[in-house]
């Protein structure tokens, strides 16, 4: 039987704002095995944002466990989470977050560098992701010289530069037109199925949860859990509602 790749127990974060306590998360339980793709839906101030820098090792639970291959993050000392975030993630962003003074494969490298590969394997790792994001004839343009849709595609060949088992894209499509974000999600739904990734999307678009082969609502800080089409119908009339 497969191990699951995330696990979550039962987690809570309260964080104080003034002079009052929130809730972001209340009793989460959730777990993914290798190679799902998931879509985080709910409004703003649902938790969707705050489960996942958890599961980026960007932040820890207030209570409760949260396991990636089998290591619980809440308790993992700082040089055990810089593994986590080097190795065993990539992170997507809405806002592309590229060096603007760097070439696209020196983008995608910049990783590389900072684990220590050699300058020569760091270079045939980008060329070879910007390959198969369809970016072959755009490596060594600026990002001010790529459109929205291609300086995502160079952010998601650097969250793949260092071959994590899982991917975590918050609101991947946020800065980009419907037409462009619709390839987007095609190329992220393709690495998924052609590449075993375990990919975890945050968004606020059904039209975008839709590319996801399961849907997890968020609301208050809790957990709603559905799979397949149903769950897409559900939180459309859902987010309708809200």
């Known amino acids: 039987m497969t191990e699951p790749l995330i696990v979550l127990d039962n987690v809570t974060?309260?964080?104080?704002?003034?002079?009052?306590?929130v809730d972001a998360l209340?009793?989460?339980?959730?777990t993914a095995n290798p190679g799902e793709?998931?879509?985080l839906v709910g409004a703003s101030g649902s938790g969707k944002s705050t489960l996942l820098t958890m599961l980026g090792g960007l932040d820890r639970p207030t209570s409760g466990r949260v396991l990636v291959q089998g290591v619980d993050?809440?308790?993992?000392?700082?040089?055990?989470?810089?593994?986590?975030?080097r190795e065993r993630v990539g992170f997507i962003f809405q806002r592309f977050e590229l060096l603007p003074r760097l070439a696209a494969w020196e983008n995608v490298a910049t990783p590389l560098m900072f684990a220590g590969v050699p300058a020569k394997q760091r270079r045939a790792r980008a060329?070879?992701?910007?390959?198969?994001?369809?970016?072959?004839d755009r490596m060594d343009h600026l990002p001010s010289q790529l459109s929205g849709g291609e300086q995502q595609r160079v952010a998601i060949a650097r969250a793949l530069v260092a071959n994590p088992p899982l991917l975590l894209a918050?609101?991947?499509?946020g800065n980009l037109d419907s037409v462009t974000g619709e390839g987007i999600m095609a190329l992220l739904q393709r690495l998924n199925r052609e590449q075993g990734l375990t990919l975890i999307v945050v968004t606020h678009d059904m039209e975008v949860a839709h590319y996801a082969g399961r849907i997890v609502r968020l609301k208050d800080g809790q957990l709603i859990?559905?799979?397949?089409?149903?769950?897409?119908?559900?939180?459309?009339?859902?987010?309708?509602?809200?």
């Open 13 to 21: 974060r309260r964080h104080k704002m003034g002079e009052r306590w």
């Open 26 to 30: 209340r009793g989460v339980s959730l």
């Open 37 to 39: 793709f998931l879509a």
């Open 73 to 85: 993050l809440g308790k993992a000392k700082e040089k055990e989470l810089t593994l986590h975030r």
């Open 127 to 136: 060329e070879a992701l910007l390959k198969e994001v369809g970016l072959e």
């Open 170 to 173: 918050d609101e991947p499509t």
């Open 225 to 242: 859990e559905d799979d397949g089409r149903q769950a897409v119908e559900e939180a459309r009339k859902a987010e309708a509602v809200l």
